[in-house]
């Protein structure tokens, strides 16, 4: 409703309508509650672009630099999604934007006062193991009272029980949350969320993605998650090729052409090794060296691929057996009699089925 009229974001809305089209609604039963995300909105907002790029370029230390001719801006209210393959620099225009990289030709101009939160994984590692996620707050509430330090904890699911463990006792989830809670404490005006889902359930990606939906800030994200992107990104941005530019098309278009990209890329290896056979006994030992590489490097792509394929199959055969058994509870619970001759029978087959179909 927000996007769907405005000409740069028109088709992210579009498509989202038609997911949301193609959806089913489903029982489901909820065995238990999932503490929410509530990320702090900007105290003030900002005129966009609160970000602008010009002609800019990053790299690392004296070495080449990583991209470069990044001429873009970020408004108050965008939700932009970094796409690209690994290694292309989606991390390192992160770290641009966030000020962890200054640049090495053009400028990165903010906005004044802009506050900018930013998250990456590899900062989990950072958490000192032996502080507690109240011991965080402490720090960043030292005036505060006791009490509104743990109301703030339990903004991000830091209940009595969990606000005291230290983080080495943490899981992977719960020092996630933790890091966003310090991320966000400063209501930043521009979010930017590097692989945040990586160590969140289910239940708690849905939570982060409602979270993200009502904060008023701009969010910038890069994520293998693919429903993350489509659920909350209304631009994106493909990084490649040395440099980031705007993506005109939605994450399904994406998935197709990167699909494309790969199989044009095997069918021209396997045309390079047909031709090389043809050329017979005009081969030299440089030629015949090539082709034998050739073929180890498609075996050892096999022999990658080959446990993938058997996964696979696996979860095809388990996403097969779950529907059929759902199909067959569904069956028996339409049968109205059964509400009123066996209840206790009716909510335990509710309960199983809403495991099957989270299983699912």
């Not at 809305?13 to 995300?37: N, Y």
Request: proline residues 4%.
């Amino acid at each position: 409703d927000r996007f769907r009229a405005k000409a740069s974001k028109a088709k992210q809305a579009q498509s989202r309508v038609k997911a949301l089209a193609r959806m089913q609604p489903i029982a489901e039963q909820v065995d238990e509650h999932v503490a929410p995300f509530l990320l702090p909105n900007p105290e003030k907002m900002i005129a966009s672009p609160i970000l602008r790029l010009e002609n800019a370029a990053v790299g690392y230390d004296n070495g080449p630099p990583v991209l470069t001719n990044l001429d873009l801006r970020i408004d108050h209210d965008d939700r932009i999604a970094l796409l690209g393959q690994n290694g292309n620099g989606k991390s390192t225009f992160a770290k641009l934007i966030s000020g962890k990289l200054a640049p090495t030709h053009g400028a990165v101009r903010g906005a004044a006062k802009i506050e900018v939160g930013y998250f990456a994984q590899h900062q989990l590692d950072e958490l000192n193991p032996t502080k507690s996620p109240f011991d965080y707050m402490v720090e960043l509430l030292p005036e505060a009272t006791e009490a509104q330090r743990r109301a703030r904890l339990g903004m991000f699911g830091f209940g009595v029980d969990k606000a005291d463990t230290k983080c080495a006792n943490l899981s992977g989830g719960e020092k996630a949350r933790l890091l966003l809670a310090i991320t966000a404490f400063h209501k930043p005006h521009l979010l930017i969320l590097d692989e945040p889902t990586n160590h969140l359930d289910v239940d708690s990606r849905e939570a982060l993605i409602h979270a993200l939906m009502a904060y008023e800030g701009a969010v910038v994200i890069i994520s293998h998650d693919r429903h993350l992107v489509a659920a909350t990104a209304d631009r994106l941005w493909l990084v490649k090729g040395g440099s980031v530019e705007a993506y005109d098309g939605d994450i399904d278009s994406y998935r197709s052409e990167l699909l494309a990209e790969r199989s044009g890329r095997a069918r021209s290896n396997a045309a390079s090794e047909s031709s090389s056979a043809g050329n017979g006994g005009g081969e030299d030992k440089v030629a015949l060296q090539s082709r034998a590489e050739q073929r180890r490097a498609a075996a050892e792509r096999r022999a990658e691929i080959a446990p993938l394929k058997k996964a696979l199959e696996a979860a095809d055969m388990t996403v097969t057996r779950l529907a059929n058994e759902i199909s067959k509870l569904d069956v028996i619970l339409a049968d109205a009699d059964l509400y009123i001759a066996e209840p206790e029978r009716v909510q335990k087959l509710a309960v199983q089925r809403g495991q099957l179909a989270q299983q699912l």
